[in-house]
C-alpha cells in the first residue's frame, strides 16, 4: 500500500485496529434531523471521543474548527431527499479536488444494491475509488438500505459489503444483524457496523456493538444512538470502552451511569 493511503487510513483507524467514527451526515437527506439541528452543538462535546467524524463539506465548513478536529471523512453522494422521489436515486456531490482541500482523510458514499439505481451508485462507487486512489483518499462505502430496514439481515448485508469491497472500497459500512459473522466473513477489507435508528434502552447498543466486535467488525460509524441519546457524552464513552478497551455490555452499561451521574 502505498504510503499516503497508509497514512490516511492510520490517522482513521488507531493502532489497536479499531475504530469510533461519529456520523453527522444526515442532513444531507434529513434536513435538520432530531437533535443534530445545530450540528456544532451536536458535535463539540463529542468530537474528543471520536477517531473520526462523517460529515458533509458544508457542515465541516460552518461547523467544524480547522484547528479543532478530528480526522474528517467527508461525505461526497447526495442528490436525494427524505421527500423526493427515489433515496436511492444518488450521485457524487463532491469533487476530489475539494476532498484534498478540506483535508479529508477519507471519502465516503452510499450504495443501494437491489435497486433501480443499483447499477449508477455501484458504479459511482467505482468512479470515487479510481480517483481516491489516484491520491492515496480510502473510500468508505455504505450499504444503504434507505426507509426500508427490514432489508438489514445476513444475507442482504453479505451480498452488499462484498460487492462494495470487490469494487476497490477500503472500509465498508454497514449494519450490524443477527449472524453478522456471515457479513465480516464475506467482506475482505474492514468492516464498521452503522446503528440505524435510536433503540429502546442503551444496553441494547453495547449489546450489538460488542457482539459485531466479537463477530470481526473494526469498530462503528455510529449516529442517532449517541448523539440522540439524553446524555451522549456518556454514551460515547461506554462505546469507546467496548471498542478500544474490551469492554462487556455490562461494563459499558456501569460507565454510562457513572459518566451520566457527573
Ligand atoms: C446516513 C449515514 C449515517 O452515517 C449512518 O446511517 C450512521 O448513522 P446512524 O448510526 O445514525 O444510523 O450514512 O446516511
Redesign the pocket.
Known sequence: MEWGMANRLAQLIPSDGRCLFL????G???GPTRKLEEPRKTIEPLLPYADAI?ITRGVVRSSVDPDNTRPIIL?VSGGTSMVGADLANEGITTDIDEVIRLNASAM?L?IFVGTDYEKDSLLSLSKLVNEGERYGIPVMA?T?VGKELEKRDARYLALCSRIAAELGARIV?TYWCEGFEKVVKGCPVPVVM?????VETELEVFQFVHDGIQKGAIG???????W?NEHPVAMIKAIRAIIHDDATPEQAQEIYDTVKNE
Open positions: 456520523p453527522v451526515d444526515h444531507y437527506f434529513q462523517f461525505r465516503g452510499s455504505v444503504a459500512k452503522a446503528g440505524g435508528p435510536r462503528v460509524n455510529l449516529g442517532r444512538n449517541i440522540q
